[in-house]
């Protein structure tokens, strides 16, 4: 008699459960994420958090912004090609474009500081409290990718508005 063996890897446990050990600084980031979001399209800033997610190889945070994503109506297209966004252009808007452009800037500062033409077409499709609410909404999602990938957070347990 033959057994047939899983192919698919044991799931690992988390690194560190971090928020049980720093409540106070989860609890923080709660609320500078909620504050970061306020006047941001929920569509827009689940696309912003999944390609920021992607640039840290967060899978904890991909699996999360992807399934919130699905339920505020986001295209399977969109979601796919987001990894290819400058040469998939055409699923995008110009503002999407340009939100997506300033996140890998702000993303991959390694690559050297934020271009200032990625700030200026960022800068025409956003007024200036619409800049700083995107920009503080990437920078807390890199923020959150530290965490989830730092403490290995485990994907796929997650439930759409699960966070919210």
Not at 139 to 161: D, E, I, K, Q, S
Request: contains cysteine; glycine residues 4%; aromatic residues 8%.
């Amino acid at each position: 008699m033959t057994t047939t063996q899983s192919t698919t890897a044991p799931e690992e446990s988390p690194r560190l459960q971090w928020a049980k050990f720093a409540p106070e600084v989860y609890k923080a980031m709660v609320k500078l994420d909620a504050a970061a979001r306020r006047g941001v399209d929920p569509v827009l800033l689940e696309l912003v958090k999944i390609r920021t997610s992607q640039l840290n190889h967060c899978a904890f945070c991909l699996d999360m912004h992807t399934k919130d994503a699905f339920a505020a109506g986001e295209s399977v297209e969109r979601i796919v090609q987001l990894s290819a966004w400058e040469e998939s252009r055409h699923f995008y808007t110009e503002k999407e474009l340009a939100a997506l452009a300033l996140t890998e800037a702000v993303t991959v500062l390694t690559d050297g500081f934020v271009p200032d033409e990625v700030f200026e077409v960022a800068a025409r499709h956003f007024d200036e409290t619409e800049l700083s609410q995107l920009l503080a909404s990437i920078t807390v999602m890199n923020a959150w990718n530290r965490f989830g990938v730092t403490c290995r957070l485990v994907p796929g347990h997650y439930t759409a508005g699960q966070s919210k």
